[in-house]
């Protein structure tokens, strides 16, 4: 079974600062790696995945994740916000080989609020 | 792009009645979705299914059905609101079975409340 955690509930930070949403996740099989943005009052998108080759992985709007296998972490990044990106972000992961199904496990969501 | 529709944004129901949520994707794809939104828990799986009249539980299955009938939609059933299954309510779409780096294409949501 797969767990994934967003150790931030809420990131408040200053329009142009960097920012840093982490998580963390849980699995005894090797997994596959996403990012989804939720703007309000809309559905999810995906920023950006992590499939395998290279650990860092650039994905739409600017933002960047990077897999650290070893501290089963999965952190995104952002060097300079825009008020634009104000919204919440989910992790999640999904199983690779033959025992997936397409499931995803998404993790409790981080609401990165921009201030002017 | 890849469409997901939900039938309805808001939806306001009472207490007992089977209330239907209906999902359509326009892109063919196998694999189709229901999730639950609540704030501090992110999104739970309710069903999923990956063909026509194919369906498996989730997480949070209980209090939940769901119908397939043809490719393109996949319907969520409250059997008997109650107000405990006030939420936000997810379909998503994705291609294929098995295929797990196709991403899931999600619509814009439910917000049902059962008064």
């Known amino acids: 079974a797969q767990s994934v955690t967003q150790l931030d509930s809420q990131v408040p930070v200053f329009e142009e600062a960097p920012v840093e949403l982490r998580c963390n996740y849980s699995?005894?099989?090797?997994?596959?790696l996403f990012w989804y943005v939720q703007y309000p009052n809309q559905g999810l998108q995906l920023l950006l995945k992590?499939?395998?080759?290279?650990?860092l992985v650039k994905g739409i709007n600017g933002f960047e994740a990077e897999f650290n296998k070893s501290q089963t972490s999965f952190h995104l990044r952002k060097p300079s916000v825009h008020i634009s990106d104000t919204a919440e972000y989910f992790c999640?992961?999904?199983?690779?080989?033959?025992?997936?199904?397409?499931?995803?496990?998404f993790g409790q969501g981080t609401t990165l609020q921009v201030k002017p | 792009d890849v469409k997901v529709t939900q039938s309805s944004r808001y939806l306001v129901k009472r207490t007992g009645e089977k209330v239907f949520l209906e999902c359509v994707q326009d892109?063919?794809?196998?694999?189709m979705f229901w999730y639950r939104q609540d704030p501090g828990l992110g999104l739970r799986l309710i069903y999923f299914s990956y063909d026509v009249k194919m369906k498996e539980k989730g997480d949070i299955p209980e209090g939940y059905s769901v119908s397939r009938e043809k490719k393109e939609r996949f319907s969520l059933i409250l059997e008997s609101a109650s107000t405990n299954q006030t939420s936000m309510y997810l379909c998503a779409s994705s291609l294929l079975q098995g295929t797990p780096n196709q991403p899931q294409h999600f619509g814009d949501g439910t917000r049902l409340s059962i008064l």
């Open positions: 992590y499939l395998s080759g290279s650990t």
């Open positions: 699995s005894s099989v090797s997994v596959y």
């Open positions: 892109m063919d794809h196998e694999n």
């Open positions: 999640a992961v999904s199983q690779r080989g033959s025992g997936n199904t397409g499931k995803l496990i």
